[in-house]
């Protein structure tokens, strides 16, 4: 026996109750419609009481073969959705049947007799209806509330195996044009960390917002140092990821790579793409409905971009990996195979326009749930290397996709390593030879697991290229900002014999030795002068032994020199001391 829940008028908690019969629905019925069904399924009534009618209409509809001449005279399309209605246990979604096939229309009595919508049905969805073989009511099928259509129980039973013939996504030929971004995700997010290491950035006035970079860091001009592509929805995904994984921080008013960032570079390249991926999953506010399609979007009700993405993610799962798929043909059996990925919670009365012609497309499963799965696949599942896109000619959109064996992992995690927070840490330092140092100081570490001693390397190398490998060379000016970073002459040494598994030219040693040996006869560095207006006010600062310990060297009776990291400190204790100092930076 079928169950399911129901919504008793003027009730707010859902009750259980058995699936109405075939007598029960058909009690819901006019008389005039009763007539029109009995007209389809061959039965004759002669009666004018709708009760009797109900019982006489039931009775033909059950009698022997019945099911069989009403079923033979749907279309192909009706006849595939009782399938899936049968396939479904004989209860589905009503979101989900409106969404591909269209809706059933509410008709009063003067037009459903002059419109017969049982001989001339709007979509399919109506031929069943109006054919008395489908069914609706407000209910509960999973976690999911609203409208829900259902086969009657007798009529469940009696229902012959339809199956039919099962959709499939098309395989098509390998295309000329790949284009796979494989790791570039967490590639590129070294490579900002490694930027902000090296330069002073500030930290944003304020948050920006999901899918957007702050402004001190979208004037950078990355160029061929990006591994994947420049867009700004990706550069804001990545500032997204970096924040909420907190790889960055404030340290002095500029953003710096945190010590965690260490723990995260570490990881193996499974495990790290593997907690990018956990995170962007279950992201609220990077929503792709609106950063990637360019639409505008009023609902009514609970919207959750990661239950959209899980359910999203899930029907891709089904998908083989490792073979060319059309990509028309994948969302065309997305709109059969799950049509409510989105809308999956009663969506239907959302507004959703176009962003750009203002357009109203909440009613188009293309304009919407389509776009936004073709969206996911060519941008954000490309940008994580779940997926690569293929075309026939270069600069042409793709027409078909492939499933990597990375993406197999993450669509299915109990295949990988989930890569959590708490996931084992490789130990960089116990792992073989990765790296080769030639005469002219050309370094070429391998890049699979090498996250970390790139991110080393990088402190006194340059970066020229990468494929396979990553190709830095050492010149003078990046030792010298080696050194200026804290890192002995030495210290370099020894870091190029680890990775390169003692294999470090006698004149590579020679060269960076010399170098170190140039470095310090001199410093330079910011500071300030705090001036007095005479010795005695200088006296008397000089007295305040909290303000005496943050003044350097004197360059008169009434100057003296202040480190800027003392500036704030001092600004404070002279204002304690009565002493109200004129600021001029």
């Known amino acids: 026996m079928s169950v399911y829940y129901g919504f008793a008028q003027g009730l707010a908690r859902p009750y259980t109750y058995t699936m109405k019969d075939l007598y029960r629905c058909l009690d819901e019925y006019s008389l005039e419609l009763l007539q029109a069904i009995a007209q389809v399924w061959g039965v004759s009534l002669a009666v004018t009481d709708s009760r009797e009618a109900i019982v006489q209409l039931a009775e033909g509809m059950l009698a022997p073969e019945a099911i069989e001449r009403a079923l033979g005279g749907l279309s192909e399309q009706a006849k595939v959705i009782l399938a899936e209605v049968q396939a479904a246990g004989g209860v589905v979604s009503g979101t989900r049947l409106t969404l591909s096939y269209g809706n059933i229309r509410r008709l009063g009595p003067a037009r459903m007799a002059r419109e017969r919508p049982w001989i001339y049905p709007e979509n399919p969805v109506e031929e069943l209806f109006y054919r008395g073989l489908l069914y609706r009511a407000y209910g509960q099928i999973g976690a999911q509330y609203g409208e829900i259509y259902f086969v009657p129980q007798q009529l469940y039973d009696a229902l012959p195996p339809l199956g039919g013939n099962a959709l499939t996504v098309t395989k098509v030929p390998t295309p000329a044009q790949v284009e796979e971004d494989g790791n570039a995700l967490a590639e590129d997010i070294l490579t900002m960390l490694a930027y902000l290491r090296r330069h002073r950035v500030s930290v ?241 570490i391998e890049v699979r697991n090498t996250f970390y001693e790139r991110y080393q390397l990088e402190r006194f190398a340059e970066w020229i290229s990468q494929g396979e490998r990553a190709v830095y060379r050492i010149t003078p000016e990046s030792v010298w900002r080696g050194q200026n970073a804290g890192i002995k002459g030495e210290q370099m040494v020894g870091f190029l014999r680890r990775i390169s598994g003692d294999q470090v030219p006698l004149v590579v040693i020679g060269a960076l030795r010399a170098w170190a040996g140039r470095f310090g006869r001199v410093t330079i560095r910011r500071a300030a002068i705090l001036q007095a207006v005479d010795s005695r006010t200088m006296e008397q600062i000089l007295a305040h032994q909290g303000v005496a310990r943050l003044l350097g060297q004197a360059i008169s009776p009434t100057m003296r020199l202040v480190d800027e990291e003392h500036i704030e400190e001092l600004i404070r204790l002279l204002k304690e001391a009565g002493i109200w100092p004129q600021v001029r930076m």
Not at 254 to 276: F, G, I, K, M
């Open 204 to 444: 944003p006035d304020e948050e920006a917002p999901a899918g957007a970079l702050p402004e001190t860091l979208a004037t950078i001009s990355w160029g061929k140092r990006l591994l994947g592509e420049e867009d700004p929805r990706r550069l804001g995904l990545i500032w997204l990821l970096l924040r909420r994984l907190r790889l960055v921080q404030d340290r002095g008013g500029h953003l710096q790579p945190a010590l965690r960032a260490r723990d995260w570079l570490r990881l193996s390249d499974e495990q790290r793409r593997a907690q990018l991926w956990a995170v962007w999953r279950e992201e609220l506010s990077w929503d792709e409905l609106r950063l990637l399609c360019g639409l505008t979007v009023q609902e009514s009700g609970v919207y959750s971009p990661p239950m959209v993405r899980k359910r999203l993610l899930a029907v891709m799962a089904e998908l083989p990996a490792g073979e060319w798929l059309s990509l028309d043909s994948f969302l065309h059996w997305l709109q059969v195979k799950r049509p409510d990925y989105l809308r999956g919670d009663g969506g239907l009365g959302w507004l959703i326009r176009d962003a750009d012609s203002g357009a109203n497309v909440t009613a188009s499963w293309a304009e919407v749930e389509g776009r936004l799965a073709q969206a996911m696949v060519t941008t954000v599942l490309r940008w994580f290397g779940a997926v690569a896109l293929g075309s026939n000619d270069a600069g042409q959109e793709p027409h078909a996709f492939l499933v990597t064996a990375e993406g197999r992992r993450l669509l299915s995690p109990s295949q990988g390593a989930e890569g959590q927070p708490g996931a084992a840490v490789k130990d960089s330092r116990a792992s073989a030879s990765v790296a080769t140092v030639d005469d002219d100081l050309t370094v070429r």
